[in-house]
């Protein structure tokens, strides 16, 4: 009886919080759709309703946990603690003031950029799976230059920008190369291209020796060696400067999020005020017509291909950029740091409505919840929890469309059911 | 002799790998074949080897020498009932996927994404949260040394009932399950032109949704099986991966031309490269070759693009197929 009454609160308070979480969030979104225009708070409505969703999942599952250790269901070491929890999830990047913020900055470069991939591919009608290998390949790419070649500093962190975008760019250019010449459609081989561009990474590292290697002096006399599942570091020379880590107080803190607000701006440029962009959005929304009006519809899937490729390569060689990132002989694709970073890309995308400007603002949001995730365990959450909002977040997102429009749908119905009862009083 | 050892050896392990892709790979036939494509396998075998295998800690004998001196009877039962468990909660989550992509209508790709990324973030955080680490271990091995008396037919015997374990069968009962069902009953057949012609189905009568509907949760069921498959015959122990062995499978599929017996060929070639990628430094002239074991890993997925390539013509794929189904347009 004890249980289901106290079940019974709880669902109620749930009720009450859900209500109440609602409203605020329906007040934030009014704000926000006096300050946006019209049209282009329309479009971003639904990643808005997704991302109100996947916190209320995330906050619920933690409540849930709370609830089951509450109840003695499992045991564990530490008991976490709810409302704790809860703000350090929402304080974000803003848990440990400027240091917190330096780090979700740094986070959000390559997010940033992955998202603008993807998203410059779905304006072109493409579906760019591919992110993580051509990410993955970008960071071999710059990793490789910057390790076997050695330059004066400000050169060498440069060549190893461009090395990491131009093998980026080839890896997006062939999966567009086979769907317009040999019409192989682009998420299946993108799919294929990301086993093929990590098993070829491996094969790199192993073959050009750039995994470390462990030294242990022969009993004989010489040395020893062995190689570790982990990749060299960059040379400090190629390695992105730190002119942001000083400002922010963060030791990793580089200037990745200049050059991903720039790639932002660039996007905007190409995609809004160039014919190339013009041509590229045209193929998207109707390809056939496209092709009537004399567009080269072929060399637009693999130019779009590439410049996704070359967004996503850049982001990788960012990741690799920094005196101590490693990359790890890590043979699942999902807990691959660099190709799970790849899949982010498509999650930035969807919430930025593809949009550059769009992508930027999500790319810093994912950073956001993942740099409060981080800070869960002081609340005794595990951090995971971050990645399971984000891929709820996502779920959403794909379902938001369809949500927004059912909910809008319903108060367009209750709006005129209301005129009509006004009009048979009056 | 020894040669003779090192085939059955190789045969075995091409075996247990072989099984978790097919059963997989006949799952996404199936679900393609109603037009509807299931790139969210990863995160489904990932979600059912997760509930499976969190089924067979639980159950096991809780002790080492208890576990090991299971008989053959008992392990099959304890493997047969995770594999069902797994595989329901693979169904149970592939509702998602045909929710969002059959009733809403979303895009079929991205709310596979989700799913894949649901999944394994799902799982380190449960097993994170409840056993305080990424693995979930368990002790019994389920390889079975020998079969009964089948084990002393000849050359058959040493194959195929020697050191394997209940998986392999229920993989082969599963791929002719799925082939008599396909082509040889009503269900299937309309299943197929839900596929083909969704608007010419539903003029005769058939209800598109419901068969789809049918056939991503049967998808799901199956990865989850596979998975869960997949997880016992690797290790004693599940870390939240399934070492992208779902999108393996749609290579499988692929490569298989979406026919059940090409299927078959297509998870035993594929299952032989990942075998001689882990074992080729026992093989003595694939030593001498001195390829790196990254390249046979990659050989699937080159194998399957060039097969993209050459038949894009000819492919047998179903031509509705990630086609999302509107009643209205025409």
Redesign the interface.
Known sequence: MKWRKLLKDVGKAFVVAGKFLWKILCAVGRWLKKFFSGSLFRKAAPSFLAVGLGLLFGIFTMFI?WLLVKLEV?D??NDPQFGKGVVKLLAGGFNRGMESIGYMLYRAAPLILTGLSVGFAFKTGL?N?GAPGQLVIGALAALTVGVKISMPAPWHWMVCLLAGMIAGGLWGFLIGL?KAI????E???S??????AM??V??AL??FGLLYQFCMPRPGGGFSCSNAPYSVTIDVSAALPKGLAEFFGGYSVNIGILIALLAVVVMHFVLNKTTLGYQLKAAGFNSDASKYAGMNTKRNIMLSMGIAGILAGLAGAIVIMVTDKKMFVE?????QEFMSLG?DG??IA?LGISEPIGVGIAGLFLAYIRQGGDYMDLANY?K??A??I???I??F???S???YQFLSKRKQKKAALLNAEGSDER | MIFNVLIYDLMHSTLETMIPLLIVAIGAMICEKSGV?N?AL?GIMIFGAFVGVWFIKATEPQTLILAAAQTNTEKSILFLEGALIGGVAGLLFSW?HAY?SIS????Q???A??????A???A??IA???F?GRQIMFKTSFKMREVGPLANIPIFGDLFFKSVNVGLYVGIAILLVAYVFLYKTKTGLRLMACGENPHAADSLGVNIYRVRYGAVLTSGFLAGVGGFIFAVSVGKQFE?????YG??A??VL?FGNWKPFRILFAAFFFGLMKTIAVSYASIPFLVELDI?S??Y??VP??A??VV??AT?KTSHAPKAA?KIYDQGTR
């Open positions: 946990i499992f564990v070491a579906f799976i086979f040999f019409n192989v459609h998420v299946v081989a799919i294929m291209m990301n086993y093929i098993y070829f491996f094969w192993e073959s043979q699942a694709i999902m807990s899949f498509i999650s969807l595990m995971e929890l990645d399971v984000t891929s709820v996502i779920y997102s794909a379902l469309v369809v949500l | 494509t790139i990863e998602l969002a809403l209508k979303a895009d790709t991205i709310s994404t989700a799913l894949n990324l649901i394994p973030a799902l380190v955080f994170r949260s409840v305080g939240g991966t399934v070492s992208g999108f393996l749609i290579a692929i790196s990254q390249i890993k990659m997925y080159i399957t693009l993209l390539i894009s990630g």
